[in-house]
């Protein structure tokens, strides 16, 4: 087993900063094994991972390519209705707040951890994603309150993982495109969201 194959690796890391590791990662990660029969379907070209994110995370991945759409169905451009954000690969395999779920119960049940979460579109739909929506699922939503209080701010990334985790109880990194659908941008800034094209000095995964 290799040091970061585990749970809780960054007990060991500490005394760093986030920036200064080199984070195992994974590509299209919310891609993953669905029932048994869409699995025979998807398998040969849109299934990426064999774990879900949660057990991702408890092997030791803490850097999560997720590509999201809002699209009903491949190729069209129509939205979905009931405003929900999907984790996609060609092919919408859940719900973006399935994943946020499975994150935020790593992190409480493993405080000593970060966790950066990279979104992105899916290529078949990098026109058709709603940002807006994405900045209302992850500030607005009564249900995801918990989850924005362990979000990290751009201004924290110089203060070490141990005072990230122990003074702030903060565990989760958010990474968006600059840009988000058709070269709008992304809606409602943040200060949570870390900017991928500002940390092109920094080593990230699938770059």
């Known amino acids: 087993m290799l040091p ?11 005394h760093k900063h986030i920036l200064s590791l ?18 025979n379907f998807l398998k040969p070209f849109a299934i990426c991972q064999t774990s879900s994110v949660y057990e991702q995370c408890c092997k030791g991945i803490r850097f999560f390519d997720l590509r999201i759409c809002s699209q009903r169905m491949p190729y069209t451009t129509l939205l979905d209705k009931n405003k929900k954000l999907w984790i996609s ?24 951890e970060i966790v950066c979460l990279c979104f ?9 994603v709603d940002w807006e929506l994405f900045h209302e ?17 751009i201004e924290e990334k110089n203060y ?3 005072d990230i985790v122990s003074k702030f109880k903060k565990n989760i990194i ?34």
């Not at 970061?4 to 500490?14: A, L, N, P, R």
């Not at 699922?137 to 701010?153: D, V, W």
Request: proline share 3%.
């Open 174 to 207: 958010m990474i968006v495109p600059e840009k988000g659908c058709n070269d709008e941008g992304i809606i409602s800034p943040s200060e949570y969201y870390w900017c991928r094209e500002e940390m092109t000095e920094y080593q990230w995964a699938n770059k």
């Open 120 to 128: 992105d579109w899916d290529y078949d739909y990098r026109k058709f």
């Open 22 to 39: 080199y984070l195992p990662g994974t590509h299209n990660a919310g891609a993953y094994k669905k029932s048994t029969s869409y699995n």
């Open 160 to 162: 070490t993982i141990g």
């Open 137 to 153: 699922l992850i500030f607005e939503k009564e249900e995801n309150q918990e989850f924005q209080k362990r979000l990290i701010k």
């Open 4 to 14: 970061w194959q585990s749970s809780s690796w960054m007990q060991c890391q500490s």
């Open 89 to 112: 690969h060609t092919f919408k395999f859940y719900k973006l707040q399935d994943i946020l779920d499975q994150i935020l119960k790593f992190v409480n049940q493993y405080s000593s």
